[in-house]
């Protein structure tokens, strides 16, 4: 994320979409809202990485600072969202999701 929002201010955004792979085999989508500190994982299989959240939610805490943005307590949460039925087409539940 740092590399990627080197040269521009994503906190800036109305909402951040990031589609984070695990491990080649598990696609699933972080939505960041900056307004309100919150960052929400959608995962058809219902297996949201909870460390990967909190992982953005540590990097968003940073810009926040870095760029000069009120302080606020960054939310991670598990959203509800389609199951697939077939384990080999989460990457394309993600990007419909999105």
């Excluded at 972080?30 to 953005?56: C, F, H, K, W």
Aim: proline share 4%; glycine share 6%; hydrophobic share 40%.
């Amino acid at each position: 994320m740092r590399r990627c929002t080197k040269k521009e201010v994503a906190l800036r955004a109305r909402k951040i979409f990031i589609p984070v792979n695990i491990t080649d085999d598990i696609w699933f989508l972080a939505v960041v809202i900056p307004a309100a500190g919150n960052n929400e994982l959608y995962d058809s299989l219902g297996r949201a990485q909870e460390q990967m959240g909190t992982n953005i939610a540590k990097w968003a805490k940073r810009e926040d600072v870095v760029h000069g943005f009120p302080k606020k307590q960054w939310s991670v949460g598990t959203m509800p969202c389609r199951t697939q039925d077939y384990c080999a087409d989460c990457g394309v539940f993600m990007c419909r999701h999105i």
